[in-house]
């Protein structure tokens, strides 16, 4: 990890993912980039500087997000980072993402108040969806409940049926930085509900890729979807980050298809942090 993009919108979550943002890049030693985009009446770029009077509430809302970009800046700055902050005229995740491959960036985090409140009138909460989908680094998403970091407790949701492990060592790079125990969750949505034994088994053999790995717990869950298998975990063990890989190949499970991966994020309480094979 060693460039991180902070998509903002200034909301709370989203101040809240880039503080945290600040935290994982001071551990990781990354460079940090905050960015904001505003959608304007008039192509702004293209505009003379003596037109824009014509538009006073563009202009007070570009000097107002100039101001949180610089202070969000000082707070990155502060830790010793290296950082950039980006202004658009646009609101487009396109562009999001175009922006995050012109400048390579190798690691995500943004805020999202997900389902509970008028999930689609929020600019990144709706756009955090259309991040998950089509940008293909990890992303880890923000929510409203309080964040423990360091993490200690990070469950990675899989069948452990395909080879996900390029998805896995991202986890494990998170984990051996913070110290984190890692909970590998198999959540059986069969209908004839396996037992725990034979859950298990996969895990075992996925875990044989990394045999250095020594603090984790394996678990399986019955449950009648991943979602729900989630959300039961939740309340039975101490979570601070669900991870989980996604795809939108065929030939692939289709459990961990990017509509999945979007659902989950949606109604997680704790962060979320997606990893595209």
């Known amino acids: ?4 993009l902070v998509p903002t919108d200034f909301s709370k979550t989203c101040d809240k993912a880039a503080h945290l943002a600040i935290e994982i890049a001071t551990l990781f030693d990354a460079e940090i980039h905050f960015l904001h985009q505003i959608h ?8 003379s500087k003596t037109d824009e009077h014509k538009y006073p509430d563009t202009q007070k809302e570009i000097g ?12 990155a700055e502060h830790k010793g980072l290296k950082s950039r902050t980006f202004l658009e005229f646009i609101s487009d995740v396109k562009a999001i993402s175009a922006h995050s491959h012109n400048f390579h960036h190798d690691f995500i985090i943004t805020g999202s108040k997900g389902t509970q409140e008028d999930f689609s009138k929020q600019f990144f909460g709706s756009n955090t969806q259309k991040i998950i989908r089509d940008i293909h680094v990890p992303i880890l998403v923000v929510k409203e409940e309080a964040t423990l970091f360091p993490f200690k407790n990070i469950v990675f949701v899989s069948d452990f049926k395909e080879d996900m492990s390029n998805a ?3 986890v494990v790079k998170i984990a ?26 996969p895990i ?48 692939l499970s289709n459990i961990f298809s990017k509509s999945i991966a979007e659902n989950i994020t ?3 309480k704790k962060p979320v942090m997606t990893i595209h094979l």
């Not at 304007?40 to 505009?47: A, C, E, I, N, Q």
């Open 266 to 268: 949606n109604n997680s």
């Open 64 to 75: 107002i997000a100039k101001s949180k970009l610089r202070s969000l800046d000082k707070d």
């Open 168 to 170: 896995f060592k991202q």
């Open 1 to 4: 990890m060693k460039n991180i």
């Open 40 to 47: 304007t009446p008039v192509d702004w770029v293209k505009l």
């Open 204 to 251: 075992r053999e996925f875990l044989t890729n990394f045999p250095e790995l020594e603090n984790y717990e394996m678990h399986v869950y019955n449950e009648s979807t991943i979602l729900k298998g989630i959300e039961t975990f939740q309340k039975d063990n101490e979570v601070d980050l669900v991870a989980m890989y996604t795809h939108n190949r065929s030939g």
């Open 176 to 201: 051996e930085k913070c110290n984190s125990k890692i909970h590998l969750l198999n959540i059986n949505t069969n209908k004839d509900f396996n037992n725990i034994k034979n859950g298990i088994v």
